[in-house]
């Protein structure tokens, strides 16, 4: 997930079509700034700062953290005259950026109690005056840009927003509702299991376009694909609690060596948020705990499991090309699916100077791709050649299985 390289407003514009792009960056920006404080609305205070394990950030954090972007890249960035509202705020609330200064490391984010969640909203309130009043004076094209970038930022932050959220409420030992109408971790069924069959051949492999895309979707290239089939739908509940009651979790014929040794010493048996209770398969939910529908989409597998339960199946994972050759046939966007394609840059792939080159890049190593999009994704974020990327034996984002063959 990066910066894109795509101009979002051609220099030689007219002052007309300038005008047109900056009202709907406006309405953008703040469409999405509520949304973020809206997927916030339904938490309590002593919600705000927790951080069970290191992977989740507290949910203060990401409201500070995407407010933090637009005014480090945008503000200080083109502005002169800009005041901070906080100067400690660059410390407590950068990310990853080392190229934007110190920061506090990312375990130790649950422990930052102050600043106060009010002073947060504050912040956001500022940063947010500020941002309108600047796209007023109609800035250029480079800043425009990475406005862009920010907005695109804060909807793959909403999006862990409801990882994290659930994880912070899913561990707690009453199973407590974010909201009695969320559904945004509850994928349906997509239908009758087909496979689709695709014959060998050439094919490009790429965003090529103008709309809006990550630096880790460019470099448009060939990629050769010897024939395959990939199944319309996704793996669903049933379909893998045959996997957990055939003793999939106790075979290590099934299991990559990394896998078998993961599970093992982390007492994995499951995928994460589901509950043997009273002699039934239950599992927790935004909207509280439920009983497993044996024909939902499966969701909240690592890598090794989706991994595992191919290799039961006597199938594959999909490499993420096979996945977006066949994309515009396939059911898709009830959960991110693993695929079998290690997180590499595509040819001719350059970082961006300075540190919105950090954004992707820096990532490329020991990560699995998936592809496609979940109940969760920002619309805009929801497109065939998007790359979300992941460490293989995670369960906590909203993640499911598609077998190849």
Known sequence: MGPTNHDIMDITATAEERSVEIASLKTQFASVRERTVNICTPLLAEDYAVQPITDVSPPKWHLAHTTWFFETFVLKGFLTDYKEFDPTFAYHFNSYYNNAGDRVIRSNRGLMTRPRVEKIYEYREYVDECMVSFLGTHPDHKALEIIQLGIQHEMQHQELLYYDIKYILGHQPFFPVYDSNESSDKPTSSGTFDWIYQEEGVFQIGHSSDSFHFDNEKGCHKVILEAYSIASRPVTFGEYLEFMEDGGYEDFNLWHSDGWDYI??????SPLYIHKISGRWMRY????????DPNDVLIHVSYYEAWAFAQWKGCRLPTEFEWEVLADKLDWGQVWEWTNSAYLPYPRFAKAPGALGEYNGKF???????????TATTVGQSRKTYRNFFHPHLQWHFAGIRLAK
Do not use: F, H
């Not at 093992?264 to 048996?269: E, L, S």
């Open 285 to 292: 939910t935004l909207s509280g705990l439920v009983e497993v």
């Open 264 to 269: 093992k010493k982390q007492g994995i048996t």
């Open 364 to 374: 490329m190593v020991n990560q699995m791709v998936l592809r496609g999009a979940s």
